[in-house]
């Protein structure tokens, strides 16, 4: 019997592999809730797989987002790990959700902890970025996000999400920063004065990008919302991701993409280039060089 399965499970997957099945930005968030579930729980990979009688190739293809989901799977899988009530409807509800290209997630204060943003935030090769009137979150200092948000739970995991756990090489990243952004001070002058600097180290990196627009500009239309567009190893399409007060709007729907990569390029125009932003930046720390002691009377 199992060996009649595992046979059929490698036709299976081969057939998946012909049809060109690749994962969309919901259905990576689907697989990683189930990877999150299954790892909550005291199962063996091996010890689950035998009692599913299911291949390791169709478990990971769950997770992974890049298999079509049955809700007769997911219920197999949610009722053999011993899943709770509130968590199996969750994940359901998520499963038979239509996959239009964008959907929203509710979160508390910020966007740290949604599933859908850090399983593809971990497996982004770029990453660009703008805010109008703060530092992009990637890029914030403990300090200033801690002015920010007032959750030092949410600033822990907004710190993790700098750090990617397959490490920075291979991604790059290009930030752009309005001027006023600049000029609001978030927290104290100490934390706006380590903010820059440390906006320019990385400005000075090989791998992150930090482009100023200036004041100077005026107003674009371009310039009035924020937005983040995170591109993928092909053949995973990119993902644009927009935050409100209390909710992340996702987008994967390649013409809506390309709205945003239009946006971007319009961006790219109006900003400053590097030695400009990095003199600017250096301008704009020297304003915030005091000799006042740091609060807590630190020097």
Same mark, same amino acid.
């Given at each position: 019997?199992?060996?009649?399965?595992?046979?059929?499970?490698?036709?299976?997957?081969?057939?998946?592999?012909?049809?060109?099945?690749?994962?969309?930005?919901?259905?990576?968030?689907?697989?990683?809730?189930?990877?999150?579930?299954?790892?909550?729980?005291?199962?063996?990979?091996?010890?689950?797989?035998?009692?599913?009688?299911?291949?390791?190739?169709?478990?990971?293809?769950?997770?992974?987002?890049?298999?079509?989901?049955?809700?007769?799977?997911?219920?197999?899988?949610?009722?053999?790990?011993?899943?709770?009530?509130?968590?199996?409807?969750?994940?359901?509800?998520?499963?038979?959700?239509?996959?239009?290209?964008?959907?929203?997630?509710?979160?508390?204060?910020?966007?740290?902890?949604?599933?859908?943003?850090?399983?593809?935030?971990?497996?982004?090769?770029?990453?660009?970025?703008?805010?109008? +009137?703060?530092?992009?979150? #990637?890029? &914030?200092?403990?300090?200033? *996000? @801690?002015?920010?948000?007032?959750?030092?739970? =949410?600033? /822990?995991?907004?710190?993790?999400?700098?750090?990617?756990?397959?490490?920075?090489?291979?991604?790059?990243?290009?930030?752009?920063?309005?001027?006023?952004?600049?000029?609001?001070?978030?927290?104290?002058?100490?934390?706006?004065?380590?903010?820059?600097?440390?906006?320019?180290?990385?400005?000075?990196?090989?791998?992150?990008?930090?482009?100023?627009?200036?004041?100077?500009?005026?107003?674009?239309?371009?310039?009035?919302?924020?937005?983040?567009?995170?591109?993928?190893?092909?053949?995973?399409?990119?993902?644009?991701?927009?935050?409100?007060?209390?909710?992340?709007?996702?987008?994967?729907?390649?013409?809506?993409?390309? +709205?945003?990569?239009?946006? #971007?390029? &319009?961006?790219?125009?109006? *900003? @400053?280039?590097?030695?400009?932003?990095?003199? =600017?930046? /250096?301008?704009?720390?020297?304003?915030?060089?005091?000799?006042?002691?740091?609060?807590?009377?630190?020097?």
């Amino acid at each position: 019997m199992l060996e009649d399965l595992l046979q059929y499970e490698n036709e299976e997957e081969s057939s998946d592999v012909k049809q060109e099945r690749f994962s969309t930005v919901r259905s990576r968030e689907l697989g990683e809730h189930l990877r999150r579930v299954r790892r909550q729980t005291n199962f063996k990979t091996g010890q689950l797989l035998e009692m599913l009688e299911w291949s390791a190739g169709k478990l990971s293809k769950l997770e992974k987002g890049t298999r079509g989901t049955s809700p007769c799977d997911i219920a197999f899988l949610l009722g053999a790990l011993n899943v709770d009530l509130k968590t199996r409807e969750q994940i359901i509800a998520l499963a038979e959700e239509s996959d239009t290209g964008s959907f929203l997630r509710l979160h508390h204060c910020a966007l740290d902890t949604l599933p859908a943003l850090l399983v593809d935030e971990d497996e982004a090769v770029d990453i660009t970025s703008y805010d109008p +009137v703060g530092i992009p979150e #990637m890029v &914030q200092t403990e300090d200033y *996000a @801690l002015a920010l948000i007032d959750d030092p739970d =949410l600033v /822990a995991a907004r710190m993790r999400r700098q750090r990617p756990p397959k490490g920075f090489l291979g991604r790059r990243m290009t930030v752009f920063i309005h001027e006023s952004a600049l000029a609001h001070v978030v927290g104290s002058t100490w934390t706006m004065r380590d903010q820059l600097l440390q906006l320019a180290l990385l400005a000075g990196s090989a791998d992150t990008s930090i482009r100023i627009i200036p004041r100077s500009c005026g107003l674009h239309v371009a310039l009035c919302r924020p937005a983040t567009l995170l591109t993928l190893d092909p053949p995973l399409r990119p993902v644009v991701h927009v935050e409100t007060d209390v909710a992340t709007v996702f987008h994967d729907d390649p013409g809506i993409v390309e +709205v945003y990569r239009n946006k #971007m390029r &319009q961006i790219d125009r109006l *900003a @400053l280039d590097h030695a400009q932003s990095r003199e =600017l930046l /250096a301008q704009w720390s020297d304003r915030y060089d005091t000799p006042e002691p740091r609060p807590g009377g630190a020097l």
